[in-house]
């Protein structure tokens, strides 16, 4: 199995811009999570999908923060328009049954920079 | 909902010697207490979790103790060697069904 795929793997754009964040979950996997880690906030959960509907969005910063799973096998983070303290390195996940019933696995991460 | 503190931020041992890393959650109807491990540049992997019905639970050099009337559960690595230096991640998660992390403690084994 090749784990959860994330791409980019980094991406530096200018304020302003719109930035895409894509993951593709382990096959099999019905949960998906998006976390964003920074030093001084550390992991934290922005949006998670249960079999491709959004559970809990709560941890979304703003508006301008938009996420998506079209299907089983994709999902998208959005963010327009992006600014300076969005970055940070933006980690998807995939477990079976959500969070607290089986292990979670972290794709490789996205590193964001917005100058 | 659900707080979690870690301590300590950072930790330095010599190789072989033990290091225990400790954590406190908030919310009593949190069941279910994983920890991950995180090398530098790399994504979190888990390493060990725990879950209420248990106090200890021990895989190799690794172990995790469950307090639950403390609300505390704690990570003893033993003989602790160079390719242990990470960041370890405590969690906990229940009622709500997330999993809330900690903020991490930088542990440093020096050879």
């Known amino acids: 199995d090749a784990g959860v795929i994330q791409s980019p793997r980094h991406e530096v754009t200018e304020m302003g811009q719109e930035v895409t964040l894509r993951c593709k979950p382990i096959?099999?996997?019905?949960?998906l999570f998006w976390y964003r880690q920074t030093m001084m906030r550390g992991l934290e959960l922005l949006i998670y999908?249960?079999?491709?509907?959004?559970?809990?969005d709560s941890g979304m910063p703003e508006d301008r923060f938009s996420a998506k799973m079209p299907n089983a096998s994709f999902s998208t983070l959005k963010i327009q328009p992006s600014e300076p303290r969005d970055s940070a390195v933006y980690f998807c996940?995939?477990?079976?049954?959500?969070?607290?019933?089986?292990?979670?696995?972290f794709g490789n991460g996205t590193r964001l920079t917005v100058t | 909902g659900e707080n979690v503190e870690q301590h300590p931020s950072t930790l330095s041992v010599q190789e072989g010697d033990s290091a225990v890393i400790k954590c406190t959650y908030s919310?009593?109807?949190?069941?279910?207490f994983p920890w991950y491990k995180q090398e530098l540049g790399k994504r979190p992997q888990l390493i060990i979790d725990?879950?209420?019905?248990?106090g200890e639970k021990k895989d190799q050099r690794i172990a995790v103790t469950l307090n639950k009337t403390a609300k505390h559960f704690s990570l003893h690595i033993t003989e602790t060697q160079p390719e242990d230096s990470a960041v370890y991640f405590c969690?906990?998660?229940?009622?709500?069904?997330?999993?809330?992390f900690g903020k991490g403690t930088k542990l440093s084994v020096k050879p």
């Open positions: 725990i879950r209420s019905n248990v």
């Open positions: 999908f249960n079999n491709n509907v959004p559970i809990d």
């Open positions: 096959s099999g996997h019905n949960s």
């Open positions: 996940a995939s477990s079976f049954g959500g969070q607290l019933n089986s292990p979670l696995h």
């Open positions: 969690a906990a998660g229940g009622s709500q069904g997330n999993l809330i």
């Open positions: 919310d009593s109807a949190s069941n279910y």
